[in-house]
């Protein structure tokens, strides 16, 4: 009797133990692993000159600014275009020196360079593990422009795909490049669609100075053209354009009244922002209507950005194109000012890590 006494409170003794050290594992949680310096995020980039990066965490609580400078030793080119974002590389695009650096986009350690076969490059986005870059040719010339097809484990232009006057945003989705035609020095007004399959090239004609373009909920791609202005002399109405991808049409259009010129469109959450007149307007996606009022007031500011993200508007100030730029965040709630931060000169684009 003695001996099943000591067999049970045993066996008692072993299963307290056994579930206790089982729960101590659960509740061990992973260690956090950090990415870099630089991850949840927002970035900005400043066209310069000289051109630099900044950095503020999603918390406001950390800001940085010259990024890039801090981390390489040196600016990043002279006026900084764009940055575009594939995996854990940042592609920061110099349009002047021609020339595409290659960042960890977590630690913004350079890791190589695009260096030849571009001219005035302008944006680039990524399909197939190559990158498309829009690229302005000589700008006096209207027939040398083209995308530059990118290797991205060479950093080699691998080819190039001739295309209309003045590429700007380009957008790759479902084995496709879409790309707005700006115009360069001129203006054009077309949407060019590159088949990654076969470089094959259609085009869409749409309101005059495309730039802006986003797919949205249903899958059209929608363009913010914002029309010749009427320093032109052939001043033309405005649009905001929705196209079907599957038969490459316009099937809607809004048009806005004559002299309004809205420009850096954004989209979150079935909604699209723009800037009129400096003022934030906001539209549902599937609005049959221009909306009538701003949101936002931004006062006498030069608005050269807009980004939405995280229930916040940014929107970047370049003030007067020498001095330090200013990033502004306002509440979608409520439309107030959360917080000012002092970034680069001539503030320019803004991205989220």
């Known amino acids: 009797m003695k001996n099943v006494l000591k067999f049970l409170t045993f066996s ?5 133990i056994t579930t206790s050290c089982s729960d101590d594992k659960d509740d061990v949680l992973p ?3 950090s990415l870099g310096d630089y991850e949840n995020g927002i970035i900005v980039s400043a066209e310069g000159g000289p051109a630099s990066i900044s950095f503020i965490s999603n918390d406001f609580s950390v800001t940085e600014n010259n990024v890039y400078e801090n981390v390489n030793g040196e600016a990043p080119g002279v006026y900084l275009q764009s940055i575009g974002f594939n995996d854990d590389k940042g592609y920061i ?6 020339i595409i650096n290659v960042v960890n986009r977590y630690t913004f350690e350079n890791e190589g360079a695009v260096t030849a076969g571009l001219q005035t ?8 593990g190559k990158g498309y870059v829009s690229n302005w040719g000589d700008g006096t010339d209207a027939n040398d422009d083209f995308i530059a097809v990118i290797n991205l484990a060479t950093n080699a232009v691998e080819t190039t795909i001739p295309v209309g006057e003045g590429p700007e945003r380009v957008l790759a989705n479902n084995g496709k490049i879409y790309v707005s035609h700006k115009g360069g020095w001129g203006n054009n007004n077309i949407v060019s669609v590159i088949d990654v399959s076969t470089n094959a090239v259609a085009t869409i004609t749409v309101g005059d100075v495309p730039d802006e373009l986003f797919f949205n909920s249903a899958g059209e791609l929608v363009v913010l053209s914002e029309g010749k ?8 109405a405005a649009s905001i354009s929705k196209i079907d991808v599957s038969t490459n049409t316009v099937v809607e259009t809004l048009t806005f009244a004559n002299g309004e010129h809205p420009g850096q469109m954004a989209f ?7 800037v009129l007149n400096n003022g934030v307007y906001e539209m549902p996606e599937t609005a049959a209507a221009l909306p009538t009022a701003a949101v936002i007031d931004l006062g006498a500011i030069n608005t050269y950005g807009l980004a939405v993200s995280n229930e916040n508007i940014y929107v970047t ?13 306002y509440s979608i709630d409520s439309g107030n000012l959360v917080d000012t931060f002092v970034v680069g000169v001539n503030a320019s684009k803004i991205y989220f890590n």
Request: glycine share 6%; no cysteine; charged share 20%.
């Open 12 to 16: 008692l003794l072993f299963a307290l």
């Open 31 to 33: 260690p956090v692993v």
């Open 93 to 98: 695009v110099s349009d002047n020196v021609n």
């Open 121 to 128: 490059p302008r944006y680039i986005d990524f399909a197939n």
């Open 229 to 236: 202005a009427a320093w032109t002399g052939d001043e033309t």
């Open 268 to 274: 979150d959450n079935g909604t699209i922002y723009y």
């Open 317 to 329: 100030d370049a003030k007067d194109f020498f001095s330090a730029g200013d990033l502004l965040v």
